[in-house]
């Protein structure tokens, strides 16, 4: 799927005693493409660790999405479908998958191709120890026009109302540590989970960075979320969720998050940072300025 000038992915063997990686593909309707995916995540974790497992979670499909997982099922001894004949939804399916993963490290994407999961392994090298999160964002978005324009103006209400840190809150292509998740129960059902994902994540304290990833068109089945039913849906669904996360927070002053992840100090030269969110960059350039401050206020002491 990698086109000329994507992002160059580690191509080196894997490290011994390397993180272990649950991959998982919510999956509804993704005969034509889940296969394909499967194995692209089976040939990207087989490079870069000895412990690794990928999952579909099959969402009520009414194509032969689960005829071809289970013909997968049987090729792959690491590959395992969780098959749901009744549709949880979107939400539901992602709460499935994260809570059957059983890795140091949670991979997730959709199953319907827009995103290469040969790039996984640009998120799993930007993984350092002191990082919860690699959030990837898309280089440049190919869809109809009209899915653009709804996917921008959608980006910015959530990103402004919720206080989201990162450039794309629309980029389903994440890596995340299973432990991080461990800080925040999930209860949404519906699309708005990647938003309630996101803004517990950084409620809790988690490190995110950011790499660039490849977006691609769709090429078989029909988006679930662009249609003006589902879309009047997801406003509801949004009003909830920003009540529950922004607005009784502050009227509580409580975090909606069962933990927080200590503090622990981030410098713009610390090498393991390879990709800082904005809300860190700027973070992080007052930290530098009240340092020299401080510096030359000590200086001029002596």
């Not at 000329?4 to 309707?29: C, E, L």
């Not at 040939?43 to 497992?53: A, G, K, S, Y």
């Not at 995103?115 to 002191?130: G, K, N, S, T, V």
Request: hydrophobic content about 40%.
């Amino acid at each position: 799927m990698a086109g000329a000038g994507s992002p160059q992915a580690p191509t080196n063997g894997r490290t011994p005693g390397a993180p272990g990686i649950s991959v998982f593909f919510p999956a509804f309707n993704d005969a034509g493409t889940i296969a394909s995916m499967v194995l692209a995540a089976v040939n990207t974790c087989e490079r870069l660790t000895d412990d690794f497992e990928v999952t579909v979670v099959e969402n009520g499909s009414t194509d032969y999405t689960v005829e071809v997982c289970e013909d997968l099922a049987r090729r792959f001894e690491r590959f395992r479908l969780i098959a749901n004949r009744e549709p949880l939804g979107y939400g539901g399916a992602l709460q499935v998958g994260f809570k059957s993963a059983s890795k140091e490290l949670v991979f997730y994407t959709d199953g319907d191709a827009q995103y290469d999961p040969h790039e996984l392994a640009i998120l799993y090298a930007a993984m350092r120890p002191d990082v919860d999160i690699v959030q990837g964002y898309k280089i440049a978005r190919h869809d109809p026009l009209f899915r653009i324009v709804i996917g921008r103006l959608y980006h910015w209400i959530v990103k402004i109302a919720f206080g989201l840190p990162i450039r794309d809150t629309d980029c389903d292509f994440r890596l995340i540590r299973k432990s991080a998740l461990e800080r925040f129960d999930l209860r949404s059902k519906t699309g708005t989970i990647p938003l309630e994902l996101v803004k517990k994540l950084h409620e809790s304290g988690a490190v995110f960075v950011e790499v660039p990833v490849h977006h691609y068109h769709r090429v078989y089945g029909r988006s679930q979320f662009f249609n003006f039913r589902r879309l009047w849906a997801t406003g509801l669904n949004l009003l909830q969720l920003w009540i529950e996360l922004v607005l009784m927070p502050r009227l509580t002053k409580r975090k909606p998050v069962k933990s927080i992840k200590p503090r622990s100090r981030t410098s713009a030269a610390n090498p393991s940072l390879a990709y800082q969110t904005e809300m860190q960059e700027r973070s992080m350039s007052a930290d530098g300025k009240r340092d020299s401050q401080q510096e030359s206020r000590t200086a001029r002491t002596r």
